[in-house]
C-alpha cells in the first residue's frame, strides 16, 4: 500500500479489506490522484457510503466505465446542486481568505494544534499579482514563505510540510465508522544563494515529480 505508483505499470487504485468480526472491517484505499479528482472521489464516497448502509447481500458490483462516469458528472452539471455550489463559491470570494483554518473544536495538542490568520484585500491581491508576474501560484508562494521564515529562523536549510489529501466523514452513515486519509509531505529545501524566481522554478518541478511518482507517506 505504501509503495509508490508506476504510471506505466498498472494499478493505479489499491485495497485491503481487513476482517476484526463478523461486524467490524477495515477498508483502507490508497489512488493516484490521475484516476480521481475531487468530484469523483466525491461520487465514490456516497456510492460507498450507500452501499455501507445496506445488507451485504444487496451488495452489487457496479458496471464503472468512462461512459459511466460522464453520465454522472452530466447530471452534476446540470442538477440544481450544481447551482447551489455556484452560489457558495461567490460568496466564499467575496470573504477574507484564510490559509489555515483551525480545527474545530480544538485538540488540545502540540502536534495538531493550528493557528488561524486572514489576509486583508490589499495583501491578497498582491500575492495573486506576484503569482502572475513570477508565473506560479499562490500555493507557490506560500509554501516558499513558510520554508523561508520557519526553517532559516530554525537554523535549518529545509522544512517538511504536511498537506492532508482527504479526511473525510459523512453524517449520512447508519453505523460507526472512521474514514482516514494520506498526508502528503513536502520536503522543501532552497538554496540561500538562489533566487526568489528560481527558488519558486525548483519549487514547481518537485511538486511536479511528487505528483508524478505519488511518492507520499501515508498517516492513518
Not at 130 to 136: G, I, T, Y
Not at 199 to 215: Q, R
Amino acid at each position: 500500500m505504501t509503495e509508490p505508483f508506476n504510471m506505466e505499470s498498472p494499478p493505479l487504485y489499491r485495497f485491503v479489506i481487513v476482517k476484526l468480526s463478523e461486524t467490524e472491517h477495515i477498508f483502507a484505499h490508497v489512488w493516484h490522484h490521475l484516476i480521481m479528482d475531487g468530484i469523483g472521489f466525491n461520487l465514490f464516497h456516497s456510492k460507498l457510503v450507500e452501499k455501507y448502509n445496506h445488507p451485504f447481500s444487496k451488495l452489487r458490483p457496479d458496471e464503472l466505465s468512462m461512459q459511466s462516469i460522464a453520465l454522472e458528472e452530466k447530471k452534476y452539471w446540470m442538477s440544481d446542486r450544481k447551482k447551489k455550489d455556484e452560489k457558495y463559491w461567490g460568496d466564499f470570494s467575496s470573504i477574507k481568505r484564510s490559509l489555515i483554518q483551525p480545527i474545530s473544536p480544538p485538540v488540545e495538542s502540540d502536534t495538531t494544534w493550528r493557528k488561524s490568520f486572514h489576509l486583508d484585500s490589499i495583501t491578497w491581491g498582491r500575492l495573486v499579482n506576484l503569482s502572475e508576474v513570477m508565473n506560479c501560484t499562490v500555493q507557490h508562494l506560500v509554501l516558499l514563505v513558510i520554508q523561508i521564515c520557519f526553517a532559516d529562523s530554525r537554523g535549518k536549510s529545509s522544512i517538511t510540510v504536511g498537506r492532508p489529501t482527504h479526511r473525510r466523514y459523512s453524517r449520512l452513515l447508519k453505523e460507526k465508522v472512521g474514514h482516514f486519509a494520506g498526508l502528503s509531505l513536502l520536503h522543501i529545501e532552497s538554496n540561500p544563494d538562489s533566487t526568489f524566481i528560481n527558488a519558486v522554478g525548483y519549487l514547481k518541478t518537485l511538486l511536479k515529480k511528487i505528483f508524478g511518482t505519488k511518492n507520499f507517506q501515508l498517516a492513518g
